[in-house]
C-alpha cells in the first residue's frame, strides 16, 4: 500500500491491509440486495480511478457527480481520490437551473448521473461548454452518453495518486438557501480531522456498529455520517436511495437493524409523530444524532420516550464538514447545542467583532484542522467567511454559565421586539411543545404602525379548532419566554418552505 496523504489510503485501502477486506462495507435498503466489501470497494475505487484517467480527465479537473446514495457512488467518489481527480457531489434535489450554475462555475469535464435524474439536468448537460464526459447509471444510456458499465469495463487497478495533506480533494455545495450555491474546498486531511474528532469522540463509532443516515452523501452531515466515520472503523453502513419519509425510515429501522441512526430535526418530529402512533420498531439503537438545524427540546425527549436512546444534537457546517459543537454520551442538555467537538474551539462575537460572555448573544466562530480552505471563485464570500484560522458560521448563539451554547437563529434571522432580541428558534420550540403542533416557523413582520413583532406559521399533527389554538399558543409562548415574545399573528399551513437538507427557509415566509 502507497504511503500518501492521500485521504483513499485511509479510509479504502488501508482495510484490505488490516484484514477487513472480506467485511460487508456498504448494503443497499429496501429490498435492493446490493452489497459492496472493503476489498470491492478497494478494487473498484481503484479501477474507477482508471476510468477517470482514460476519459483524458487531469489532476484537479471536476467530476460532478449526480448520484443517489446508490452502490456506484463509492467507486466514484473515492476513485476520484485517488487519481487527484476532485469528485463534486450534488444535491440531488435541486433544479436544472441551478445544475446549470453549477456546471457553468465548476468547469466539470464529467458528468455522472443516476437514471432517475437524468430528466432534470438534461438540457443543461447537453449545452454545457465544459462537460466532455457523461456517464450514465441506469440500463439504457440516452444518446450521447456512456453507461457507468462501460465507463469501468476493461479498468485495470490505478496506483493511488500521491498527494499531500492540503490539496483539494474533494467539493461540495452549499445548499444554496439564500443564495446561488458555493463551492466549498476540502482537503484531503479534512476527512480524517472529523472522524478522529466527532467521530471517534462523540459518536464513539466502532468496527461492530451498522449505521443508517436519512441525511444523504451529497450534504456533508450525511457524508460523515454515512462514509467518513463508519470507513474510519472498518463498520457496515446501510445506504438508501430514496426519499426519507418517516414509514420509510420505520419500514428501514425494523428491517436492516442499524446500531447508530443519524437524522435532521424536521426528520425526528415526523417520526415522533408517526411512533407515537404506532409504536417503535425492534432495532438496536445505541446512539442518534442530529444537525442541519438545532433540535427541540420535546422532540428529543419524546424519542427519548419512544427509543429508551438519546439524541446527540450538534451543530455543523459544509465550510467546518461535519459537527463541531454538541452534546455528548451521557452528557445530553435538551434544549442546547452541547459544547465543543473535542479539537474545535468556538467563541462568540458581536456586531463589531469584540467578544461578549455568557448571558449574552453573538455570532458564533468556529476553528479546527476540518475548515474549508475557501469558496470557488467567491473572494469576496470567502474573505468575508473565513478570517485567518477562525470560520463565521451564520448563527447566533448564548453561552450559558455551564458552558453549554444556547441556538438563538441564523444572523439574518433574528430580530429585535422593543429593542430585544428575539430568537424565532427560542419561540419555535415553546410552540412545537403544544402537542397539537409538528413544527412551527417565527419571522418578523409589521404591526400598523410599523414595529417589527414575532409571526408563526404552524404545521399542526391533525386538524383541530384554529382560533381557539391561535389563543393557546399565544398564552403558552408568554407564560413561558416572555410577554413580548408571543407570536402576535399565527397562520396555518400544510407544510414550511425548506431546504433539501431540511433547514426551515425563514426568508421565503417574510412578507
Sequence with gaps: MTTTANAASYFVDRHVAEGRGGKIAYREAAG??????????????????????????????????????????????????????????????????????????????????????????????????????????????????????????????????????????????????????????????????????????????????????????????????????????????????????????????????????????TLYAAMVALLEQEGAPDAPLRRCISAGEALPEEIGRAWHRLWDVDILDGVGSTEMLHIFLS???????????????????????????????????????????????????????????????WTRTGDKYEQREDGRFVYCGRTDDMFKVSGIWVSPFEVEQTLVSHPAVLEAAVVPAQDEEGLEKPKAFIVLKEETDHEALRGELKALVQDRIGKWKYPRWIEFAEDLPKTATGKIQRFKLRG
Design 32 to 265: 435492493k440486495k446490493r452489497s459492496l466489501t472493503y476489498g470491492g470497494l478497494a478494487d473498484q475505487s481503484a479501477r474507477a480511478a482508471t476510468a477517470f484517467l482514460r476519459a483524458g480527465m487531469r489532476r484537479e479537473e471536476r467530476a460532478l457527480l449526480l448520484v443517489l446514495d446508490q452502490i456506484e457512488f463509492l467507486p466514484l467518489f473515492w476513485g476520484g481520490l485517488k487519481s487527484g481527480v476532485i469528485p463534486v457531489p450534488l444535491n440531488t434535489l435541486m433544479t436544472e437551473q441551478v445544475y446549470e450554475a453549477i456546471l457553468r462555475d465548476s468547469r466539470a469535464t464529467t458528468l455522472v448521473v443516476s437514471e432517475e435524474l437524468w430528466p432534470v439536468v438534461e438540457t443543461a448537460a447537453r449545452t454545457s461548454p465544459d462537460l466532455r464526459r457523461i456517464v450514465f447509471i441506469g440500463d439504457t444510456p440516452p444518446d450521447g452518453t456512456i453507461s457507468y458499465t462501460a465507463f469501468m469495463e476493461r479498468c485495470d487497478p490505478a496506483e493511488i495518486v500521491e498527494t499531500s495533506a492540503d490539496d483539494v480533494a474533494f467539493w461540495l455545495y452549499s445548499s444554496g438557501s439564500t443564495g446561488r450555491p458555493k463551492g466549498v474546498t476540502h482537503i484531503h486531511s479534512s476527512l480524517q480531522a472529523t472522524a478522529d474528532t466527532y467521530g471517534a469522540q462523540v459518536l464513539q463509532i466502532e468496527e461492530a456498529d451498522t449505521i443508517f443516515s436519512a441525511a444523504k452523501f451529497f450534504f456533508a452531515y450525511g457524508l460523515g455520517n454515512a462514509m467518513t466515520f463508519p470507513m474510519a472503523v472498518g463498520a457496515t453502513t446501510v445506504i438508501f436511495n430514496g426519499r426519507p419519509t418517516p414509514d420509510v425510515m420505520r419500514d428501514i429501522l425494523a428491517a436492516e437493524k442499524p446500531t447508530v441512526f443519524c437524522g435532521v430535526p
Design 327 to 389: 452534546n455528548a454520551p451521557d452528557d445530553v442538555v435538551y434544549g442546547t447545542s452541547g459544547k465543543p467537538v473535542p479539537g474545535y474551539d468556538v467563541r462568540l462575537v458581536d456586531e463589531n467583532g469584540t467578544e461578549v460572555g455568557p448571558g449574552e448573544i453573538g455570532e458564533l466562530l468556529v476553528r479546527g484542522a476540518s475548515a474549508s480552505n475557501g469558496y470557488w471563485n467567491q473572494r469576496e464570500k470567502s474573505r468575508a467567511t473565513f478570517e485567518g484560522e
